[in-house]
């Protein structure tokens, strides 16, 4: 008799939801195809109701985050009284992983951007299935497991021909997911 909560987050014009609370989920597509946009929009809208944000970045820099959620419509002051930019430039690990819990504590959504480089920090081999379970388990899992939803932003392959159902690497990082993944 127990049905899953209906998703939350990220708001189509239609008024349909794309994004589960407390899920771990994957927006995946060629680079440059707005992946991050996407992510961002979903922010803007939790933004102006004043839900939490945080935005764990592998790739980028927080200027064009910040430039982007602006040019989105988000207020100077919805950016820094609910949002939250962390750049890591080391591998986490249990001390680190406490350090974030603050950050992440009340967030409603944790975007986890350039998951390539964020497995490669972490030593992990993105075509290994074991190596995903265990990136998962370190991050976005254990994000989740505190409540917000979570979204990696992740590539494809670059060969079209060669595309599946998943994102680059491992079939896990698709198995590994309890949300859903939008290529």
């Known amino acids: 008799e127990y049905l899953d909560p209906p998703p939350t987050i990220l708001q189509r014009t239609d008024g349909v ?7 771990v989920h994957v927006i995946a597509g060629e680079s440059e195809s707005g992946k991050t946009w996407l992510t961002l929009l979903a922010t803007v809208q939790l933004l102006a109701q004043a839900e939490r944000v945080v935005f764990i970045d592998f790739e980028d820099r ?8 602006l040019g989105l419509g988000a207020t100077p002051d919805q950016i820094r009284d609910h949002f939250a930019y962390v750049r890591p430039d080391r591998p986490l690990d249990d001390t680190s992983r406490t350090q974030l819990t603050p950050a992440i504590t009340g967030a409603r959504l944790v975007i986890l951007d350039g998951v390539t480089e964020a497995m490669t920090l972490h ?8 190596d995903s379970a265990l990136f998962q388990g370190l991050l ?8 917000p939803a979570v979204v990696m932003i992740d590539h494809v ?3 079209a021909e060669q595309q599946g159902r998943f994102a680059l690497g ?4 698709l198995a590994g997911i309890d949300g859903v993944q939008y290529l």
């Open 140 to 147: 976005p899992r254990w994000i989740a497991d505190h409540g």
């Open 17 to 23: 939801f794309l994004i589960y609370d407390g899920a």
């Open 157 to 159: 392959v670059k060969n």
């Open 62 to 69: 927080a200027d064009r985050v910040v430039g982007r959620l």
């Open 123 to 130: 030593g992990y081999d993105l075509n290994s299935n074991a």
């Open 170 to 173: 491992a079939q896990h990082k």
